[in-house]
């Protein structure tokens, strides 16, 4: 437990400040988060029996972390990032069918293309929401991403400790037997607390915090769950070792790649 709380504040605390600084390093530390979290992914799906190309999952993440750093959304570099994304989502279908030919007109052959190409699209391209809210608006940006992972850390602490205390009713038993409809409800409350507190300090509009604390957090949960699933297929307890005592990185990150998107769009939305 000592070793999880030390490494779990060290962590924490160089996250925070890349996410505040932003630029380059921000930028290289998601990139390698992505590839990580990417190999871990692979390793989940071959341990359930589907065929991955690794290199090749590892290639078109790479190309899509290039991709956020160089391109801007209105396309001033010729290229939004729009069409980026779909010539790569359909280069990778098309190189994994063609790597693909010679192994049969098969179940299993088509569930490996569409794995491969899911690999991209989760942790690839979902990481990529970090760099799109930091670079949303210059002032605000990391702003934002505070807030975010203020909700996130608060719906996950909200839900372990009063799930302990209170968890009675049991929330997705085949998914994580662990977790609670009380324990949920808890960290739903915290989280969204949690978050609206922080973003009025950094002075962030109160109703926006309220509504998007409280659809982020739910949100949040769902991609924990979702990570439960994948691990469940593949019969693992961790994604993989990343941080001591706390698993892989789609263990720590599984909450925020499903919410990032939404803190993303709402802001993109109701405040810019």
């Not at 380059?24 to 990580?36: D, E, P, Q, R, Y």
């Not at 699209?121 to 505070?146: E, M, V």
């Not at 990032?260 to 405040?271: G, K, S």
């Amino acid at each position: 437990m000592r070793i999880r709380i030390i490494s779990g504040i060290t962590g924490g605390i160089l996250f925070l400040f890349l996410l505040i600084k932003g630029g380059a390093l921000l930028s290289i530390a998601v990139g390698l988060l992505s590839l990580l979290a990417t190999r871990e992914l692979c390793r989940l799906f071959q341990k359930a029996g589907l065929e991955v190309n690794l290199p090749l999952a590892f290639f078109f993440t790479l190309l899509i972390m290039i991709g956020e750093a160089i391109l801007r959304p209105d396309g001033s570099h010729g290229l939004s990032h729009g069409v980026f994304w779909e010539l790569s989502f359909w280069a990778l279908l098309f190189t994994s069918f063609l790597f693909s030919i010679g192994k049969g007109t098969t179940q299993g052959t088509l569930v490996s293309i569409l794995a491969q190409v899911f690999v991209l699209l989760y942790p690839g391209l979902l990481f990529t929401y970090i760099l799109q809210i930091r670079n949303l608006a210059s002032a605000d940006g990391w702003k934002l991403l505070l807030f975010a992972f203020a909700v996130i850390w608060g719906t996950d602490t909200g839900a372990y400790f009063i799930g302990s205390a209170w968890g009675r009713t049991p929330l997705a038993p085949r998914l994580s037997p662990h977790k609670t409809v009380e324990g949920a409800a808890g960290g739903l409350l915290v989280g969204t607390l949690t978050g609206t507190l922080v973003g009025s300090v950094l002075q962030l509009p109160l109703v926006w915090l309220l509504g998007a604390g409280l659809v982020t957090s739910f949100t949040g949960q769902l991609g924990d769950l979702f990570e439960s699933f994948l691990k469940r297929i593949a019969g693992l307890k961790d994604s993989g070792v990343f941080l001591p005592g706390h698993g892989g990185v789609l263990d720590r990150f599984d909450s925020a790649l499903l919410a990032m998107p939404v803190v993303y769009y709402l802001a993109l939305f109701l405040l810019y």
